[in-house]
């Protein structure tokens, strides 16, 4: 076996061990996602919420109102979601579902005033939403927007 060949064998395993060192990593990470549609949102933040009935169960609204008073006479509607057993059919993910807490559920928060979506929030879990994801989500929501209680 010439030098040559040698070190191109060891560099494709290097390159397969840190390859497979990202992939292991990657479930320690934070997959959180905000995007601010509306950049006077943090100027002028809104002065109330409304919760939108259509996008919860019960028990998140619950959560939800012990962290806001929300009105039901507002501009400034709040859906929420949250979903569990979600799966991606791609292949392309094989590896890391396979080596890493792959997210199974998630959560999202989106304001709107009327039609027009201001700011949304999404984050991957790796188990069922509970009660800390839901004040976590809000208190980032509550940071971002500049809203007060």
Same mark, same amino acid.
């Given at each position: 076996m010439s030098l040559s060949e040698? *070190?191109?064998?060891?560099? @494709? /395993? *290097? /390159? &397969?061990?840190l390859g497979l060192l990202f992939v292991v +990593? @990657?479930?320690? %990470? =934070? =997959?959180?996602?905000?995007?601010?549609? =509306? %950049?006077?949102?943090?100027?002028t933040p809104p002065g109330c919420l409304r919760l939108d009935p259509l996008t919860m169960n019960p028990g998140v609204a619950e959560t939800l109102k012990k962290l806001y008073p929300f009105t039901t006479h507002c501009?400034?509607? /709040? &859906?929420? #979601? #949250?979903?569990? %057993?979600?799966?991606?059919? +791609?292949? @392309?993910? @094989?590896? !890391?579902? #396979?080596? +890493?807490? *792959?997210? +199974?559920? *998630?959560?999202?928060? !989106? /304001?709107?005033r009327g039609t027009h979506l201001l700011y949304s929030y999404y984050r991957d879990l790796t188990h069922k939403a509970d009660a800390d994801d839901l004040e976590s989500a809000f208190e980032r929501f509550e940071k971002d927007c500049g809203l007060r209680r």
């Open positions: 040698l *070190f191109g064998k060891k560099r @494709a /395993l *290097f /390159l &397969s061990l +990593s @990657a479930c320690g %990470r =934070d =997959d959180t996602y905000v995007k601010i549609y =509306d %950049r006077n949102l943090t100027k501009p400034y509607r /709040l &859906s929420v #979601t #949250t979903e569990e %057993r979600i799966r991606c059919n +791609s292949n @392309a993910n @094989a590896p !890391e579902k #396979t080596l +890493s807490n *792959f997210p +199974s559920a *998630f959560v999202r928060l !989106e /304001l709107y």
